[in-house]
């Protein structure tokens, strides 16, 4: 039994019962070939349970709310630019954007995080995404990140008393990962 059965159930599960909610059908779950190419495209694998939610409960359209996974054919369209190894990347390394939260933010997978997983959220609207102030730790894994989905504490879900949604926070690693160093007065 692997450590993801249970979660990748009852994400399945949940997600199937919120799409008939809604009238409608999940789509189908991507094959090995899509997942191949779409870890190929971006030079490397996905996250363990990234893989397993897209092969086994669907090829995206599915989370809290009115937000959804992106399907595998887009998550190969969102950012991940290479900079020459003397500069500060725009991107960090392996992060995948995998949802569309409104307002130009999107959340992320961190894939180089081969265990938990972080899930990141890249915030445009006060910096570019190439400066550390724009990057926030949406959660510390991925399946924190799903159970707050599933449990409603999520931001993303509708919430009855704001003071219970655990809020994104700065993410402390984004300017060792975008390659910037920081001055001794916390400048760039």
Same mark, same amino acid.
């Given at each position: 039994?692997?450590?993801?059965?249970?979660?990748?159930?009852?994400? &399945?599960?949940?997600?199937?019962?919120?799409?008939?909610?809604? +009238?409608?059908?999940?789509? *189908?779950?991507?094959?090995?070939?899509?997942? #191949?190419?779409?870890?190929?495209?971006?030079?490397? #694998?996905?996250? @363990?349970?990234?893989?397993?939610?897209?092969?086994?409960? #669907?090829? +995206? +359209?599915?989370?809290?709310?009115? $937000?959804?996974?992106?399907?595998?054919?887009?998550?190969?369209?969102?950012?991940? !630019?290479?900079?020459?190894? /003397?500069?500060? &990347?725009?991107? @960090?390394?392996?992060?995948?954007?995998?949802? /569309? !939260?409104?307002?130009?933010?999107?959340?992320?997978?961190?894939c180089?995080?081969? &265990?938990?997983?972080?899930?990141?959220?890249? /915030?445009?609207? =006060?910096?570019?995404?190439?400066?550390? *102030?724009?990057?926030?730790? *949406?959660? =510390?894994?991925? @399946?924190?990140?799903?159970? +707050?989905?599933?449990?409603?504490?999520?931001?993303?879900? *509708?919430?009855d008393?704001?003071?219970?949604?655990? $809020?994104?926070?700065?993410?402390?690693? =984004?300017? #060792?990962?975008?390659?910037?160093?920081?001055q001794?007065?916390?400048?760039?």
């Open positions: 039994m692997d450590e993801f059965d249970d979660l990748v159930s009852r994400v &399945r599960s949940w997600a199937t019962a919120t799409a008939e909610e809604r +009238g409608a059908n999940l789509p *189908e779950p991507a094959t090995a070939e899509q997942i #191949a190419a779409a870890e190929s495209i971006l030079g490397y #694998a996905l996250h @363990p349970l990234l893989k397993r939610l897209f092969q086994e409960v #669907a090829n +995206g +359209g599915y989370g809290p709310e009115h $937000w959804r996974l992106m399907p595998l054919e887009r998550l190969t369209l969102c950012p991940h !630019v290479d900079a020459p190894p /003397d500069q500060p &990347r725009a991107w @960090p390394d392996q992060v995948l954007a995998v949802m /569309d !939260v409104g307002c130009a933010m999107l959340a992320a997978v961190d180089a995080d081969g &265990r938990g997983g972080q899930v990141l959220l890249m /915030d445009p609207n =006060a910096f570019d995404s190439g400066q550390p *102030e724009a990057w926030y730790l *949406e959660a =510390a894994t991925l @399946p924190q990140w799903l159970e +707050g989905w599933l449990d409603g504490s999520s931001w993303l879900c *509708e919430q008393d704001p003071e219970d949604i655990a $809020w994104p926070t700065p993410w402390d690693d =984004a300017a #060792a990962r975008l390659g910037q160093k920081i001794p007065n916390g400048s760039h």
